[in-house]
């Protein structure tokens, strides 16, 4: 029997196979690398679905009976609230932190100045540049307040497609069910359900700790005798979207203003924020952990650092959903449907039938 001279032999299909699977894995690394910023806008209208349908959820609680009425308020309640923060930030706080954020960068560059005049300090600063992909961090903010106008467009596309997907999610979810090779099937919608589950609480905790840490720090600032106390508890509170590194670069414009104001106002609001961490690390942040979501804290710094090294400071705001996203998905996919064991910190829908979530 002949063979046909371009069919492989026998011998070889599992290699064939195995070079066909990494050149595809490749090539959707690839595809994901250079469709991040895609990607991302992708993710945030995830996001945005989910909470315009849990803002939906809580309006049934309240006793609007009506699926469709209630997201529509749901969807009308949570855009009024970005307008009243964009308000706060643009008309009321607009000049303040408008002054603050532009001298934000001269304000790193000081800091890193100062601190590079120690062999500890140079190591920190050079530590904290690698982190950031190699660059100074004022060049990274400035790259995002010189992009205002990009940030107003893309927030809309997200919300415009965060309402296509919370008004009928169902087709997506099917879709990627459709796309899972039918013994994964059930692994697969389950595992949807518990990660719109797992975000929906991520989100009740984002929303608790930034209104919470708004009020402390505002408060803290205020007792400290610093101006602009008001605007900076707003950015504060903001900044806790972004676990660790937000904190962190919301606390900076605090300092510049204590420092020029000088003598005790300075200590005053170190020590206004020393205790503000104290206050978050050992109250609120057990608290939220225990009622919503909790998730190693050196895993979310980690994450954060890398998602921003691989899609940018843009990547970062998202950072901590997106790990969400990756724990469960690791906990259904791998921890439970393959090892047939379960991992703690993400809390389960205790089996109830999701709704057909984004």
Do not use: C
């Not at 595809?31 to 910023?37: E, P, T, Y």
């Not at 400290?224 to 106390?229: C, I, N, P, V």
């Not at 919301?250 to 000088?262: E, N, S, V, Y």
């Amino acid at each position: 029997m002949v063979r046909a001279p371009f069919r492989p032999h026998p011998d070889d299909h599992a290699y064939l196979r195995r070079l066909g699977w990494t050149v595809l894995v490749a090539a959707v690394l690839l595809m994901i690398w250079r469709a991040s910023d895609l990607l991302l806008l992708g993710f945030g209208s995830v996001l945005g679905a989910v909470m315009f349908r849990s803002a939906a959820r809580l309006l049934q609680g309240w006793g609007v009976r009506n699926w469709s009425i209630a997201l529509g308020l749901g969807t009308l309640l949570v855009l009024a609230m970005f307008g009243a923060i964009g308000y706060l930030l643009v008309v009321q706080f607009g000049t303040e932190i408008g002054g603050m954020l532009g001298n934000l960068p001269g304000t790193l560059v000081a800091i890193e100045r100062g601190l590079s005049t120690t062999p500890v300090g140079k190591a920190v600063v050079q530590a904290f540049e690698a982190a950031a992909g190699g660059s100074a961090i004022a060049n990274r903010l400035g790259e995002v307040l010189s992009g205002a106008g990009e940030i107003l467009v893309n927030l809309v596309i997200v919300v415009v497609g965060a309402m296509f997907i919370a008004g009928s999610p169902g087709p997506y979810r099917r879709g990627i069910v459709l796309l899972t090779p039918p013994p994964a099937r059930a692994t697969m919608d389950r595992a949807i359900g518990e990660m719109a589950f797992a975000l929906r609480l991520w989100l009740k905790a984002k929303l608790i700790s930034m209104v919470v840490m708004a009020l402390v720090i505002g408060g803290s600032l205020w007792l400290a005798g610093l101006e602009s106390w008001a605007a900076l508890g707003l950015l504060g509170g903001l900044s806790e979207f972004v676990p660790y590194v937000g904190p962190a670069v919301a606390m900076l414009p605090a300092i510049g203003l204590a420092a020029t104001a000088g003598g005790d106002v300075l200590w005053s609001t170190v020590v206004a924020y020393l205790a503000v961490r104290v206050i978050e690390a050992w109250l609120l942040t057990p608290f939220v952990n225990r009622q919503v979501v909790h998730i190693p804290p050196a895993l979310t710094l980690f994450t954060i650092l890398a998602v921003g090294a691989v899609f940018g400071v843009y990547g970062v705001f998202f950072a901590g959903a997106l790990l969400v996203v990756a724990f469960v998905g690791v906990r259904e996919f791998y921890l439970r449907d393959t090892l047939g064991e379960d991992l703690d910190g993400v809390p389960r829908s205790e089996g109830k039938a999701p709704e057909a979530d984004a």
